[in-house]
């Protein structure tokens, strides 16, 4: 029997205070944004999928709406975010997410906000900051990120500069859940499955819910472009990003071309493109990308 749960809404304090009507720095740290009034709504399917990872490797995946990642919620800083989770599976699922402001009773890890089977739970959160996020399962939140229950969450400056925007969300699968998987014997018939053997990490390492450069899509930009490159880590292990032929200023003011991310981590950067070519991306570490964890970033003139 489906039920319907409806969280209690966060307080917009924000909106109610005369001072707040324009950015307010937090410490020494970002801009704290008032309320538009604006409310951005989402619905999010749980569904059980055959998910192929790449061609001969097929996954017994946990999906927000039937793909892995699931679909990028996108909002304006100040907006009232509602997402609405339907769990169309036979298992307990949630969503969590970071940044964002919500009641304690809406994160996604206990039982009065999270989906049993049949079951429509609806979080309501405030984000009064700009940046990107991951959401994902904390029902059981080991086996529901294995499984592919992630997506990205992106919150918008309002006096944010226009580019162009890439999204990457970097995780990890587990061999476990594979149904099938090139050259590996399928243990029924003992026939070995189609594909390219790949070696023992053989799409373990994903990037955008694929692995290595035939599978995953490829990233495009154009000279004179300003990039801005949207990254999340939400695995068991972690990742480094690495462009080649290109450069920014990381957070902390250091020039570089390769950042590090632990599970649950993320990180806007953006530089202006001056670099025709089809330019390699990945992350460093050998297993990683030897496991899948690897792509293409196509600048044309």
């Known amino acids: 029997m489906r039920r319907a749960i409806t969280l209690a809404a966060v307080p917009m304090v ?4 005369p001072a707040c009507t324009s950015p307010a720095p937090v410490g ?9 009034g604006n409310t951005r709504t989402f619905e999010l399917r749980v569904q059980d999928v ?6 001969g490797a097929v996954y017994d995946a946990w999906t927000y709406n039937g793909a892995i990642p699931g679909p990028t919620l996108e909002a304006t800083a100040g907006d009232r975010i509602v997402v609405t989770l339907i769990n169309e599976s036979d298992h307990a699922a949630s969503v969590h997410t970071h940044l964002v402001e919500f ?9 009065a906000s999270i989906a049993e089977p049949g079951e429509t739970v609806t979080y309501e959160w405030f984000a009064p900051y700009a940046g990107t996020v991951p959401y994902h399962d904390h029902a059981d939140e080991g ?3 294995a499984r592919g229950l992630t997506g990205a969450l992106v919150i918008h400056a309002p006096d944010e500069v226009p580019a162009n925007e890439h999204v990457v969300v970097l995780s990890d699968l587990e061999p476990r859940n594979f149904l099938q998987l090139p050259g590996v014997a399928d243990p029924v018939t003992g026939m070995l499955g189609p594909g390219e053997y790949r070696g023992p990490h053989q ?8 692995a290595y450069e035939d599978a995953i899509p490829p990233f495009s930009g154009r000279v004179g472009d ?31 071309d390769n950042i590090q991310l632990a599970p649950g981590t993320y990180r806007t950067f953006e530089f202006e493109e001056d670099r025709e070519g089809d330019w ?22």
């Open 203 to 210: 799409y373990l390492h994903i990037m955008n819910g694929h």
């Open 143 to 145: 086996e529901g990120v």
């Open 14 to 17: 924000c909106a109610l205070t």
């Open 28 to 36: 020494d740290g970002p801009l704290r944004y008032p309320a538009t």
């Open 226 to 256: 300003l990039s801005r490159w949207r990254v999340v880590s939400i695995g068991i292990q972690a990742h480094t990003f690495h462009i080649h032929g290109h450069r920014w200023v990381d957070a902390d003011g250091t020039l570089t």
């Open 280 to 301: 390699l991306v990945h992350c460093h570490f050998p297993e990683h990308m030897e496991g899948g964890m690897m792509t293409r970033y196509r600048v044309t003139p």
């Open 103 to 111: 009641a304690q009773a809406q994160d996604g890890a206990d039982p």
């Open 50 to 55: 055959r998910w192929e990872v790449g061609p």
